[in-house]
Structure formats: structure tokens, C-alpha cells
């Protein structure tokens, strides 16, 4: 009998003494992160102003579409390979070195020859020399996604928590001596995104050399079994990073770089509080990966209701008080972009569950759930944009955005209840234990401050 079947508390992310330590390192680095990126986006903001801080935002986010593009599902494959079917992990790092600049480079050339169709729609109000940026930074950030999941796979999680600091310290410190300190404006702001990525994925490469000897050396056998496993995830990757990203296109076709702007910056709120089921989820899919079903079914289910008694506070501070947030450090040329906040804080509790539950079906090779609820929601989320956007303006997005991962999680629920032979109460309703967790969570963390566990529970 298992400790899954016989009802023992399991060994995994939430409870584990090396993947919780895991769990909360990639958790802090993450917060941390986030902090650093929030103070960057307050100088961008107040010193670019509404337009040119959308077309940022524009430039910014075609790379990540791009990559997702073309990926069709080998970084997940690559967790997949490594953990489930032991393939060397030297092999796996050459192919991804080799795809990575490949597919990179390809795809740059194709958006460069069609860049007049964009720019009028989907980008609109980005010149070409920004443009330009965005494609440079294409092969880097297809290079860093294949790297960042040989780490992952591997539990290497403090070179990634280096890695991210270092890079958003690096860009913190130039964006503000070039915006602050000397006044410039899109250009610098974007050579200093650009060349922040070639050192980041620079240094990544070098690091990971030490202890892994990759190199431009193809393994034909092992890139059909990586897509093999990879393609069944690509439509679902595909479709879950357009499920939020679909209303920053629709926003800059309808209504242009100012209102994305906006929208970004109300979206950043809920992303931070997103920061939570994906920091709890890169840590979870390699341990998924490893465990018999029963297990996985338990640990996801037991990973949802804990994640939910962060999230669900979380969510109501981002309605409640992100309002006067947004004005205090964005100042009043952003006050539009509060509108948006109750309807993306409705969203984040659904879209927490999505990004845990779809772990349990990756792990599984069963992506095709996934698929399923990503289209549906894709759907949903598109439609909507197009009716409501051009009457709500960026309200309509996010009102979209919060039905569409409903509809999503509704789906997923409804197969996982099905196949796991769980209660929707065993999912979402947190029990005594998962409270005694967390104040053993918080009793860990206390006695490396003085005096701090008298105030705990006992």
C-alpha cells in the first residue's frame, strides 16, 4: 500500500523538507524579482508616460509570443525526458542550444518581412526600430525558457534564483540612471532590456557549463522523442499564453499604445499575485513527474487548497486597495488603469487553479485536458474582447479574461474530479491541516527571528 492509499501525509512541495525549502527559495527570489520589476515599472511609467510606455509594453511581450510559438512544448518535454525517461542531460542541453537559435533566428527574419501588417494592427504605434529590439531579444529568450527547464528538471533552482536577481538588479540600476539620472527616453530604456537579456543568458550559459557539457551537437533520436511528448503540450502552452496575452493585442488594435499601457499595468497587479501557483508550480511539475497517479492526484489536490488560502486574501487586498496603490506610485496620467482591478482580481483565484491543475495533467502525458480547456477558454476570451473592448475599453479585457479562466477551470475541475475519484471539497475547501501547515511554515521561518515564536500558535 502507498501513503497515498493509506492516507499518510505526502512527501511533496508543500510538505517535503528539500522541495518546500525549494517551493519557498523560488517563492522569495520571485518576490523579490517582482518588487525589483514593480519599481522599474514606476520609473518607465512616470518617465515615459502612457504612450511610449505601452509601445514598451508591446515590445516587450511579441518576443514571449513568439518563443511560445514556436517551442511546441520542448521545454516541458525537456522535464519530461530528463526526470521520467533518464535521458542524459548533455544531450538534452546540445539540442536545446541548437533549437534554441535555430528557431529563434527563423522566426525573427518571418516577423521582420510581414512587420508592416503588424505595426497597423496588433502593434500598432510601434516603429520599426522597436521592432528591431523585439526580434533581437526573440533567440535569447527561446534560449533562456529551454535552459531555465534543464534547471528545473534538475532541482539546480539556486542558479535560476541567482540568475533572476542578478538580471533585474542589473536593469533596475540602468534603467534609473538613464531615465532619472540623464532623461532618456524608449530607446535607452530598450537597448537596456536588450542587453540585460544577452548578459543574462550569457552568464546562464556559462554557469551551466561548469557542470553540464553542452554544445552545437544534435541528437536526431532524442529531438523526435522531445516533440513527440512536446507537441501534445503545444497547443495547450499555446493557448494559455494567449489567454491573457489575446487582450493586450485586442487593446492595442482597438484602442492603442496608451490604453495597453493601462492594461499593463493593472494586469502587473494581478501577475504578482500569480506569482504564488507559479512559483508553487515550477517546483511541483518535476515531482509530479516522478510519482505514481494516485499520489499525484492527492498532492495536486492538496497543493490547490493551500494555494487558495494565500491567493483568496491576496486577491481582495488587489481589489480593495490596488486603486489607491496605482495613483500613489504611477501617479494620476495612469489613474484609467484602476478600472480594470476588480475584474482582474475576480480572475485570480480561478487562474491560480488553472496553473496548478494543469500540472496534474502535464505530469501525466495527458495534455490534451489542458488543450481542451485552454481552446475554450482562448475562445471565450477572444470573443469577448471583441464585443466588449470597443465599448468598456479596457474593462471589457478584463472581464474577458476573468469569464475565460473560469471557463477554463470549470473544464479542468469537471475531468480531474472524474479521473481522480476526488470530491470538489478535497479540492478547493482547505482543511485543518493545511492550516497547521502553514503555521509550521511560518514556526520555521520565526526561529531565525528572536522572540518571534511566542506570537505563533502553539
Not at 50 to 74: E, I, M, N
Not at 281 to 293: D, F, K, N, W
Request: with cysteine; hydrophobic share 55%.
Amino acid at each position: 500500500m502507498t501513503p497515498a492509499q493509506a492516507g499518510a501525509p505526502l512527501d511533496g512541495p508543500m510538505t517535503g523538507n528539500k522541495l518546500l525549502k525549494d517551493m519557498l527559495g523560488l517563492l522569495g527570489t520571485r518576490a523579490v524579482w517582482s518588487v525589483m520589476g514593480m519599481v522599474s515599472g514606476i520609473i518607465l511609467a512616470r518617465w515615459l508616460g502612457p504612450h511610449d510606455r505601452g509601445v514598451l509594453a508591446l515590445v516587450l511581450l511579441l518576443p514571449s509570443t513568439l518563443v511560445t510559438l514556436v517551442k511546441f512544448g520542448a521545454a516541458q518535454a525537456n522535464v519530461y525526458m530528463i526526470n521520467r525517461e533518464n535521458a542524459p542531460i548533455e544531450k538534452v542541453a546540445s539540442n536545446a542550444l541548437v533549437l534554441a537559435i535555430f528557431w529563434g533566428l527563423l522566426t525573427s527574419v518571418i516577423v521582420w518581412l510581414v512587420r508592416d501588417q503588424l505595426t497597423e494592427t496588433v502593434l500598432r504605434d510601434v516603429p520599426d526600430w522597436a521592432l528591431a529590439f523585439a526580434l533581437v531579444r526573440t533567440p535569447l529568450l527561446l534560449l533562456d525558457n529551454y535552459l531555465f527547464s534543464i534547471l528545473q528538471a534538475t532541482g539546480k533552482f539556486g542558479t535560476y534564483n541567482i540568475r533572476l536577481l542578478l538580471s533585474e538588479s542589473l536593469r533596475l540600476v540602468l534603467l534609473a540612471i538613464a531615465l532619472i539620472g540623464f532623461d532618456l527616453g524608449l530607446f535607452a530604456a530598450l537597448s537596456i532590456y536588450t542587453g540585460v537579456w544577452i548578459f543574462n543568458v550569457g552568464w546562464l550559459m556559462v554557469t551551466m557549463a561548469r557542470e553540464i557539457a553542452f554544445q552545437l551537437k544534435v541528437d536526431w533520436g532524442l529531438i523526435k522523442e522531445t516533440y513527440s511528448f512536446g507537441i501534445r503540450s503545444y497547443v495547450q502552452i499555446l493557448t494559455q499564453h494567449m489567454l491573457i496575452r489575446v487582450g493586450f493585442y485586442m487593446v492595442s488594435y482597438f484602442l492603442g499604445a496608451s490604453q495597453v499601457a493601462f492594461y499593463t499595468i493593472a494586469l502587473r497587479f494581478t501577475e504578482l499575485v500569480l506569482e504564488i501557483p507559479q512559483a508553487i508550480g515550477l517546483v511541483l511539475y518535476p515531482r509530479l513527474t516522478a510519482l505514481p497517479e494516485d499520489e499525484v492526484h492527492r498532492l495536486t489536490a492538496q497543493t490547490c487548497r493551500r494555494t487558495l488560502i494565500v491567493t483568496l486574501p491576496a486577491a481582495l487586498a488587489l481589489a480593495v486597495l490596488g486603486p489607491y496603490v496605482i495613483v500613489l506610485w504611477y501617479g494620476e496620467a495612469f489613474a484609467p488603469a484602476t478600472a480594470p482591478l476588480p475584474w482582474a482580481a475576480a480572475a485570480v483565484a480561478m487562474m491560480s487553479m488553472f496553473v496548478i491543475i494543469t500540472r496534474d495533467f502535464t505530469s501525466r502525458a495527458e495534455q490534451r485536458i489542458n488543450t481542451l480547456s485552454g481552446l475554450v477558454a482562448l475562445i471565450t476570451n477572444a470573443t469577448l474582447c471583441y464585443f466588449l473592448i470597443p465599448s468598456l475599453g479596457i474593462v471589457g479585457a478584463a472581464m474577458a479574461t476573468a469569464a475565460a479562466y473560469t471557463a477554463a477551470c470549470a473544464v479542468l475541475v469537471a475531468f480531474f474530479l472524474a479521473e481522480s475519484g476526488l470530491t470538489l471539497g478535497e479540492l478547493f475547501v482547505p482543511k485543518r491541516d493545511d492550516f497547521e501547515y502553514f503555521v509550521g511554515v511560518l514556526k520555521k521561518l520565526a526561529k531565525r527571528i528572536p522572540g518571534a515564536t511566542a506570537v505563533l500558535p502553539s
